[in-house]
């Protein structure tokens, strides 16, 4: 079935540096990634959806110059948190687009900045 | 009022029970996603709807379009079927939702004991 390959796992940065999380689809051609964080105990929130050659579309509240996403090929999209700080601690996680109804997600990344 | 709403909110169950988790949504939909995180945080699409009943091992899901609910049930439960399981909604466009984005119920935290 269509995979989509999210990495890292997990990852600890210091307050101030950039983070870059990559999600690949293995089999398939993802046209549209979509982005969402999770707090602990909530439900995924949407933060962008982004179509693969063009600027990402955001989610009201989210800032775009924050949260980067390239989505520059059909197989590779990443999300980068730029100058992180302790309330971008989060999961992320990406999901693919398979077709109008059907979606494969990423096994998500545990982002804690300290 | 969340517009996609699970009961409940957590469940203990001995291994063997039969389990029952309910969805509830107040928009028009396309489609209906039942999802299971596990405690890692990945994310597993377990069935897609727009009518009737599916059925996947021990799983079976359910959607009454008219009444705006649907089920997901596990027979001979399981402790590996400890996750949280998440019902998703794809709006349909008149309803103001925009193509791929999902509506995310909050969880159903499932644990199963031996």
């Known amino acids: 079935g269509a995979v989509v390959s999210q990495h890292p796992s997990w990852v600890i940065c210091k307050s101030g540096t950039s983070v870059k999380i990559e999600c690949r689809s293995l089999d398939f051609q993802a046209t549209t990634m979509f982005w969402y964080r999770q707090f602990p105990k909530q439900s995924l929130m949407l933060m962008a959806t982004?179509?693969?050659?063009?600027?990402?579309?955001?989610e009201q509240g989210v800032e775009k110059d924050k949260f980067l996403i390239n989505h520059a090929s059909l197989t590779l999209s990443t999300l980068t948190v730029t100058s992180a700080h302790p309330e971008d601690s989060s999961f992320y996680i990406c999901?693919?687009?398979?077709?109008?109804?059907?979606?494969?997600f990423g096994s998500g990344t545990r982002l804690t900045v300290v | 009022k969340n517009e996609v709403e699970q009961s409940p909110q957590n469940l203990t169950a001995q291994e063997g029970e039969f389990i029952t988790i309910n969805c509830s949504y107040s928009v028009g939909i396309s489609a209906l996603h039942w999802l299971q995180q596990h405690p890692g945080g990945g994310i597993v699409s377990l069935f897609m709807?727009?009518?009737g009943k599916k059925k996947h091992g021990r799983l079976i899901a359910t959607i009454n379009i008219q009444e705006k609910h649907s089920s997901l049930h596990i027979t001979a439960s399981h402790p590996r079927d400890s996750a949280v399981y998440i019902c998703?909604?794809?709006?349909?466009?008149?309803?103001?939702?925009?193509?791929?984005?999902?509506?995310f119920g909050k969880g159903t935290k499932l644990s199963v004991k031996p």
């Open positions: 709807l727009s009518s």
């Open positions: 999901s693919a687009s398979l077709d109008y109804y059907g979606y494969t």
């Open positions: 982004s179509n693969e050659g063009s600027k990402a579309t955001y």
């Open positions: 998703a909604v794809l709006p349909i466009m008149n309803y103001g939702g925009s193509q791929g984005n999902l509506i």
